[in-house]
């Protein structure tokens, strides 16, 4: 849409008659400007002056509040409006008088459109200068004179009017094609006389002691790609002022949005935005999602391999924890790598490791942790990807509480899960009489591997020295778990029999000598009494188990010419190369007392 705009700029003017019949009417929007207001009460419309204070009230608010202003009559304001979806900013500026201050009129320009800034309605949006808005319009007395020119000359030059010629030393059109000055503004074509000076009240030119240069002071600028002058002149009947007033009627173009195409363009430029941002982001297949573990074991070790097939955008990926857990899996679970980066319509193979051991056995026995998990395959700018894993455990020895194992009768495999459960959670009781079936003095799976070696390992050289084999372990843990093999001999040897005992001690999830008592026990290791005491205060379970290792390895030392044992080997830390999940288990023993019950 198009509007009609109509500005006037006048030095000094009465708020009256005079003024309205002075101005052209067919302006459909007026817009006026003032430098040096005669505000006394005569001036205004009525003797009173009820509107003063708001006036007053209204300019002060506006002024910067950390700016200083000094008493004169020079500087700008502006006003800004939004018309549909246009914005118009109009300034009034009084500039620096006197020909040889052009360049300081120039600063003064600079200086109110760098100062001048406009809160938008809209909040959190930065400040609006003058020169961000669609149309601008500068009017005001600019004061720029003509360059060194005789009074006679300009004379002679305006009674032919010759304005061209004249306009040739006009300094603001100098300065403004030096591009010193509102560069990116216009002006009209100057098609009257000179605005300044005048005799207040009379058309002659100024004949007092100055006697100025006659000038083209009031100006109309304007920028904006939609703005069209419509006309540009003084008014020669306004005589109260020694300025002569000018006017401008401007064709504005505003932009007005139909709401309809705007919000078809709207929806295709979300739309479009959207495609842009899906194809920017990280997308990738996975080959498997969901993962079963049948019938896992204590230390073996399952693998469940898949392959992550990347799109065309690069990738960082990572298994990320879920929310209120430390880590990304659970313990007896890992991904193999856990994260990684991929280029373009590339692959990676990603293994999950499942392996229980000691320190995850007992939970999976007793039934209160189970081989459930979900994994979470974050892409970095991309969504997340869940995995299931899930599977059964076959309930172990190797895990197992001693009194727990006391306590049973069968092989642990042959049990209920309820049972399992029963026993496991049973509190560590001093007295077996609190429990109405006789417990087993030492646990059936100890026995046996202890018998086997007291049978057939005492001239043994390197036992508990030379590790065992990996299978070998795995069929004694089946026997030890099923009770399927009468005989374990001709199946393993003995240095894999005395493997499992290390392994099986170190699952122990309360040790020989409990934790309560493992600081008492080293300070008393030097008394036989002390010590002697120390392991008569542990559960009965747990006393008959230290006597009976005690006793074996009693037995082992007296083989020493053959097996080449010594306190020394039997005490110290024993190295097993089973691996656990890959890596190589320490197993350590847990008679601390052995030095001290070698005879």
Known sequence: GRSRVSLFSTEEVMWGGHMCRGFSPTAASPGCSFQ????????????????????????????????KYAKGNKGGVAIRFQFHNSTVCVVNAHLAAHPEEYERRNQEVRDICARMQFHPLEPGCPLLAIKEHDVVLWLGDLNYRLEEQDMERVKKLIQTQDFQALHQHDQLKIQRE?????????????????????????????????????????????????VSLLSYQSHMALKNS?????????????????????????????????????????????????????????????????????????????FISKPNEDAYCKPWLIAKPSKGFLMPDSEVVIALELCVNKSTATALNSGEEKLEDILVLHLDRGKDYFLSVSGNYL????????QTLCYMKEPIREMLPEA????????LLTDDAFWEEKPLD??????????????????????????GLRPEFEQIRDWLDTGTLDVLGPVASNHS???????FLESLPEPVVCYKSYRSSLECANSYEMSS??????????????????????????HTGKNHLDVNVLAGPNPSSIPEGGQTITAKGNCHNCKRWKQ
Request: net charge negative; hydrophobic share 40%; charged share 25%.
């Open 36 to 67: 040096e207001l005669d505000l006394s009460k005569e001036a205004f419309f009525f003797n009173d002056t009820p509107k003063e204070e708001e006036w007053f009230k209204a300019v002060t608010e506006s002024l910067h509040p950390g700016a």
């Open 178 to 226: 030096a591009k010193l000055v509102f560069e990116g503004f216009q002006e009209g074509e100057i098609s009257f006389q000179p605005t300044y000076k005048y005799n207040p009240g009379s058309d002659d030119w100024d004949d007092s002691a100055e006697c100025r240069v006659p000038a083209w002071c009031d100006r109309i600028l304007w920028s904006g790609k939609t």
């Open 242 to 318: 020694d300025h002569k007033p000018v006017s401008a009627i401007f064709d504005v173009g505003v932009k007005v949005v139909d709401k309809k195409s705007y919000c078809k363009a709207f929806e295709g430029i979300v739309r479009s935005l959207d495609k842009m941002e899906n194809a920017s982001i990280p997308s990738v297949t996975l080959s498997k999602r969901e993962f079963l573990f049948k019938d896992v074991k204590y230390l073996q070790l399952q693998v469940e391999s898949f392959t992550i097939s990347n799109g065309p955008v690069p990738c960082q990926f990572e």
């Open 533 to 558: 005491q120390v392991i008569s205060m542990l559960p009965k379970c747990h006393q008959n188990v230290f006597h009976y290792l005690v006793a074996f390895l009693r037995e082992l030392l007296k």
């Open 497 to 503: 029999v005395a493997e499992a005992l290390l392994l």
């Open 442 to 467: 030492v646990p059936k799976e100890l026995w046996m591997m202890v018998d086997l070696l007291c049978r057939s390992a005492c001239h043994q050289e390197g036992l508990f020295q030379q590790p």
């Open 420 to 427: 399992i459960r029963e026993l496991t959670l049973m509190p």
């Open 395 to 402: 309930p172990s020895c190797f895990g197992c509480p001693i």
